[in-house]
């Protein structure tokens, strides 16, 4: 059976485990290659939706950055992309433009602010959440300032001709207030959990609750497949030596008190 090329390309991009099977032609040298630690260039510029001149800078310094490569003419990847962030975030008690920030940019330089502008309204819409609107941005800029910020989050893609459509990876990735990778997400789904900590953890632990903290310590991110995994079995094991302990002392103090009750009596 013959694929079609954009049926192909979510399968072979979308997710990790098909990635490392042999791409069609135009799939190939397309990828996440990560560079967790590195930052990104704050002083790029790109322009926002309502056409205003914007530096990179300006989206940072306060809360953790949740950035999404996208092409707003993309005709299913990009979609399916979008509607797994939203999926995402709706779950979560952090808000958009509150906690967090979201920002889209277009490595399609052919695209401007008419476009972001339509595609923002349609993602508030689906959003909807009313601090969104000033804190989930979409950005359009020029060849050199979408080469640059594609290059630092480690972002490979190429323009196929003979489809007119860009092949690209799918992910997202999770910034810190400074600017700073510090998880990727993969694929076009992304667990609400594995979002919640990723923020949790790229904001230096300034948002969440204790609740977000033991998970924390119940999970740990797998870089190779842009998840948390479950390390609860580990954190039971000490919990329950740690009891067994406790509980060993009480019995031995115990034992010791009543002894010496009996030779005092």
């Not at 401007?112 to 689906?126: D, I």
Request: neutral net charge; charged residues 20%.
């Amino acid at each position: 059976m013959r694929l079609h090329w954009p049926v192909a390309l979510v399968l072979a991009l979308a997710v990790p485990a098909l990635a490392a099977e042999p791409r069609p032609a135009a799939l190939r040298d397309v990828s996440y290659d990560q560079r967790l630690g590195a930052s990104v260039p704050l002083d790029l510029r790109f322009q926002d939706e309502t056409g205003a001149t914007v530096r990179l800078g300006d989206y940072f310094g306060e809360k953790p950055v949740v950035l999404m490569p996208a092409y707003y003419s993309c005709p299913m990847l990009c979609t399916l992309v979008f509607n797994g962030l939203v999926s995402a975030l709706r779950p979560l008690s952090f808000d958009v433009g509150k906690e967090f920030t979201v920002l889209t940019f277009s490595f399609d330089p052919h695209d401007g602010p008419s476009q972001a502008a339509v595609k923002k309204g349609a993602l508030l819409e689906e959003y909807h959440r009313p601090t969104a609107a000033a804190g989930w941005h979409f950005l359009t800029g020029d060849a050199a300032s979408i080469a640059a910020l594609t290059q630092a989050i480690g972002f490979r893609y190429r323009y196929d001709d003979e489809h007119q459509q860009f092949a690209h990876a799918s992910g997202i990735v999770v910034l810190t207030p400074e600017g700073r990778i510090a998880r990727y997400l993969f694929g076009v789904e992304y667990a609400p959990k594995d979002l919640r900590l990723a923020l949790v953890e790229a904001s230096a632990h300034r948002i969440g609750t204790l609740v977000d903290e033991l998970l924390l310590f119940c999970f740990h991110y797998d870089a190779a497949t842009g998840r948390y995994g479950r390390v609860a079995i580990d954190a039971l094991r000490v919990v329950g030596v740690a009891t067994l302990l406790a509980l060993g002392t009480f019995i031995g103090l115990a034992l010791r008190r009543d002894a010496r009750r009996a030779v005092g009596g």
